[in-house]
């Protein structure tokens, strides 16, 4: 027991700056390391900060997931899996009521097994999700999580989008996807399509060769690791990840 205390309390001071995946350089020169910048919660324990926009509720739910634990304790002395429920039950009760209809809490816990840690490298607006006549906002994230196999400890860094439903009291969580980001392509330096904003909304719209002379009004505009890219009337929004890849976050079509 007191290893895997010893080993959680040194990835939480670790996952503030860590250092991932080696970024490609001439044949006998050293490699750097990626240094992901992660969020300092400030959401949990609860009552550290007040609620003031819906993306402080995605905040509070992973500020929590940032202390919580369930990894399984390969030592002599205990056998079991090491849980740190609190954490998990205050993200557990920013899900909304239907959310939680399908996913008791018990099933949540386990969704994150074989997790030490959870950081939030970022999180922006993603536009919202139009069910009927209702609109929810949606957030885009992407965290670095420590994951424990075999005694061993590794970084995997995931993505997705949140979508938030408001109540009376604030905002709860809707629903939330993950995935895995492919850091093969980063690490080999071999560039796709997938690399440039413009390409990868070229390719969501399908054919480009019908927008390559049909449309005057073309153009990319960079801020960051952000990027708006604008072709046949629609405005397209991405983000850069981890991975040097982008990602589409929304799009708007202009009103005739």
């Known amino acids: 027991m007191k290893k895997w205390l010893m080993l959680i309390a040194a990835v ?41 926009s819906p993306e402080d509720y995605v905040y509070a739910f992973f500020d929590a997931l940032y202390y919580a634990a369930n990894i399984p304790d390969d030592s002599e002395a205990h056998s079991g899996t090491i849980s740190m429920e609190e954490p998990y039950e ?10 939680k ?15 030490a840690n959870v950081a ?44 938030l439903e408001k109540y009376e009291s604030g905002y709860r969580i809707k629903s939330i996807t993950k995935e895995p980001e492919d850091m093969v392509s980063y690490v ?26 049909s449309d005057g009004e073309k153009y990319t505009v960079l801020e960051g690791d952000k990027a708006t890219v604008r072709i046949a009337g629609r405005s397209i929004y991405l983000t850069r990840l981890t991975n040097n890849t982008w990602k589409i976050l929304y799009w708007e079509d202009k009103i005739q």
């Open 120 to 163: 939030m490298i970022k999180l922006i607006p993603a536009g919202f999700e139009k069910v009927g006549q209702f609109t929810y906002p949606r957030f885009f994230y992407e965290t670095v999580n420590t994951e424990v196999y075999g005694g061993k400890s590794t970084f995997v860094i995931y993505n997705g989008f949140v979508v």
């Open 12 to 52: 939480l001071i670790a996952a503030m700056v860590i250092p991932v995946f080696a970024a490609p350089r001439e044949e006998g020169q050293k490699q750097e390391f990626i240094k992901i910048d992660v969020r300092k919660p400030a959401f949990y324990p609860p009552g550290k900060a007040s609620f003031t």
């Open 188 to 213: 080999t330096g071999s560039a796709t399509w997938m690399n440039n904003p413009y390409l990868k909304a070229l390719t969501f719209m399908g054919n480009p060769e019908d927008y390559k002379t």
């Open 90 to 99: 205050y993200a557990y009760g920013l899900l909304s009521d239907s959310y």
């Open 101 to 115: 209809d399908g996913l008791k809490f018990n099933d949540f816990v386990e969704s994150w097994e074989n997790t």
